[in-house]
């Protein structure tokens, strides 16, 4: 993974964000900082993806008390795709409860890219995590509702609220994914045969095909991660989306697999809770901040956004964003309360 954090002071953690002023201008400058960087390649495994303007940029932050600050592209709209794995594994957990969710799909890392057969045959056919694809769609078809009709309604409306705005599926992106997911449906298939999925695995497939194409932009992706900062409870619309725990276990999933098998470099570099899209989304979450989200179409060969990154990990470092990152006390403050 390719972060430049370089020259950059290490703020430390706390629970508060810098006044709103010093955030905007922040938020500003991680743009001009990167906005040249001409790295990565848009991803083209899927057709139309690869019609995306390398030049689109977008940083927007959330804070949770609803407060946005954007630069860029902040209002194109793109393909959510892998970021929704971690919106609807919170809703499948809010229906089933930490344990259930936990036992069906697991936890762990594979250890192996997000498309792979082989992690699910090495593992008994257990999925291991809900950020990869065998995971993902062994989630999806855990969603609520009797027909896939039904599951996607409830899928819709949920990210929609994560969002707190109406989100629409780009039908054209949709259908090029349909025409092209034969590894998603051998996955499904080879879930169906060690009785991980119950339902019609081509129809999970085409549900999962369905979230992965839903319309976002880089505020969205914030106002999502926000969401979860704040405990479940959408800033902008106050809405509760879902509880405090779902949360908590949900941003836990994202630090160990939001990064496939990167994961451990990600946490190293930006030390939070975050997920990419191929289409150049990245979300990124502040336990009880704010949500950052991140949109530029080039991608790093582990098919991550490369200016997305590194603006990400240099909002964590001037905003004190990292939670493994801290100060000593000062000899004062150690010595309070000793007699």
Not at 130 to 151: K, R, S
Request: one cysteine or more; a negative charge; glycine letters at 10%.
């Amino acid at each position: 993974m390719e972060v430049d954090s370089r020259d950059v002071e290490q703020r430390a953690y706390t629970g508060l964000l810098p006044e709103w002023s010093e955030v905007e201008s922040l938020v500003e400058a991680a743009h001009r900082r990167y906005e040249a960087d001409a790295s990565g390649v848009v991803a083209d495994y899927i057709p139309v993806l690869a019609q995306a303007n390398p030049d689109w940029f977008a940083v927007s932050v959330v804070e949770t008390n609803g407060e946005a600050h954007c630069a860029g592209d902040a209002d194109v709209e793109f393909s959510i795709q892998s970021i929704s794995k971690a919106f609807v594994y919170a809703l499948v957990c809010e229906a089933y409860g930490h344990d259930v969710v936990a036992d069906r799909i697991g936890v762990n890392n594979t250890g192996l890219p997000f498309n792979s057969v082989i992690a699910i045959e090495l593992n008994d056919g257990h999925p291991m995590n809900p950020m990869v694809n065998a995971g993902a769609i062994a989630t999806t078809a855990l969603i609520p509702g009797l027909t896939p009709d039904e599951q996607w309604e409830h899928i819709a409306s949920g990210l929609s609220a994560f969002a707190g705005r109406p989100l629409q599926v780009d039908e054209t992106v949709y259908r090029s994914e349909a025409e092209t997911n034969h590894r998603n449906r051998a996955i499904a298939r080879l879930l169906e045969s060690y009785g991980r999925i119950a339902l019609d695995p081509l129809e999970v497939v085409d549900v999962y095909t369905r979230q992965c194409s839903l319309r976002v932009t880089a505020k969205d992706l914030a106002v999502m991660g926000a969401t979860l900062a704040d405990g479940g409870v959408n800033p902008v619309t106050g809405e509760r989306v879902v509880s405090a725990g779902v949360c908590r276990d949900t941003l836990a999933i994202l630090a160990a697999n939001g990064a496939y098998e990167r994961s451990g470099e990600w946490l190293f570099e930006i030390g939070l809770p975050g997920k990419s899209g191929v289409a150049g989304g990245l979300i990124t979450v502040a336990p009880g901040k704010a949500g950052i989200g991140t949109f530029s179409p080039p991608l790093d060969v582990a098919g991550n956004s490369v200016r997305g990154q590194r603006a990400t990990a240099y909002l964590s470092r001037v905003l004190g964003l990292n939670i493994f990152a801290s100060h000593a006390h000062t000899l004062a403050a150690r010595g309070r309360g000793q007699a």
